[in-house]
């Protein structure tokens, strides 16, 4: 009885803090000036907004007594999704990140700091 | 448990939103696709919690099969993207 | 209460499904065509889901996520990437 308690809470507070970064990914996916400064938005809403929440379910499927026995399955099917969101939402976001790099498909053009072309030139001495 | 939920229901909508006008408005083709990528994920996370919410337990596993083929549309794209760099 | 969210939501989903559908029609760039193409499947799976038919969505989303832009990201890697 307690512990189905404390699943649920924790999974709600799970849900909602996913909630809150999802919003935050969202808004910085539609402020920020290019390309490569997007990738941090998108990769903050794949982490923050999606694994969080996924495991918050799960929780909360656990902590829930009228769902039967199919409460272990959601719980089970919740846990790999969250996983699989967690190394599939980084490799999609490196590859294509370094297609976009070597293809010259995005705009640069609010540089700070190229350290890739540094090393690069630095080699090419 | 249910009510509080479903108040939490509204926010996954705004940011879903906020996403897709990303997809309208991006400049080139990796904008919209990191952006769909994006979208993908939520929406992933937002079945799960929603066949939590209606109580059906069976609806659970289309959020593995989104998940899975989202990624599969990156790669496709990428791939697309480094071909035209080697000058087919 | 379950209902007016179901309804509130597929509301959204096929107001956006409608302006995406519309967008990949116009569109010349051909990429960008089944990036939007993408996203309308992605929003039908959602109304699909809503209407309590999962296996529906199991079948739509390989279909309209996976295998549509494969094949036509082969084709239009073959041929022009500008419609005229």
């Known amino acids: 009885m307690l512990w189905e308690t404390v699943c649920s809470v924790v ?49 909360i499927a656990l902590g829930s007594p009228e769902l039967g026995n199919y409460r272990f399955f959601v719980a089970g099917v919740s846990f790999t999704t969250g996983l699989m969101i967690m190394i599939l939402g980084q490799a999609g976001a490196h590859a294509l990140a370094r297609a976009t790099l070597k293809a010259k498909a995005a705009p640069l053009e609010p540089c700070v700091h190229n350290a890739l072309r540094e090393r690069e030139e630095v080699r090419g001495e | 448990m249910s009510l509080a939920l479903s108040c939490l ?9 906020l996403y897709a006008v990303r997809v309208l408005k991006g400049p080139t083709v990796s904008d919209r ?42 790669i496709y794209v990428a791939k697309y993207l480094e071909s035209k760099e080697m000058g087919d | 209460m379950i209902d007016l969210i ?14 995406f559908t519309y967008l990949a029609v116009v569109e010349k760039n ?13 929003m039908y799976a959602l109304i699909y889901f809503l209407l309590m038919a999962p296996d529906i969505v ?20 073959k041929t022009d990437k500008v419609d005229e």
């Open chain 3, 6 to 19: 179901a309804a509130l939501l597929m509301a959204v989903a096929a107001v956006t499904s409608i302006v």
């Open chain 3, 58 to 77: 199991l079948v739509y989303l390989p279909v309209g996520v996976g295998i549509y832009p494969a094949i036509v990201l082969l084709l239009i890697k």
């Open chain 2, 9 to 17: 229901i509204p926010l996954y909508i705004v940011a879903i939103v």
């Open chain 3, 30 to 42: 051909l990429v960008q065509a089944v990036v939007f193409s993408a996203v309308q499947s992605t």
């Open chain 1, 11 to 59: 999974g709600l507070i799970l849900v909602a803090v996913g909630a809150f970064c999802d919003i935050a990914a969202a808004i910085g996916i539609n402020r920020f000036p290019n390309f490569f400064v997007r990738l941090h938005a998108a990769t903050v809403g794949a982490i923050g907004g999606a694994v969080v929440p996924t495991f918050g379910a799960g929780l």
């Open chain 2, 33 to 74: 696709v990191l952006a769909v990528d994006a979208l993908g994920f939520d929406l992933a996370a937002f079945l799960t919690i929603l066949s939590v919410l209606f109580r059906a337990p069976i609806m659970v596993t289309t959020a593995l099969v989104l998940a899975l083929w989202i990624y599969a549309l990156d």
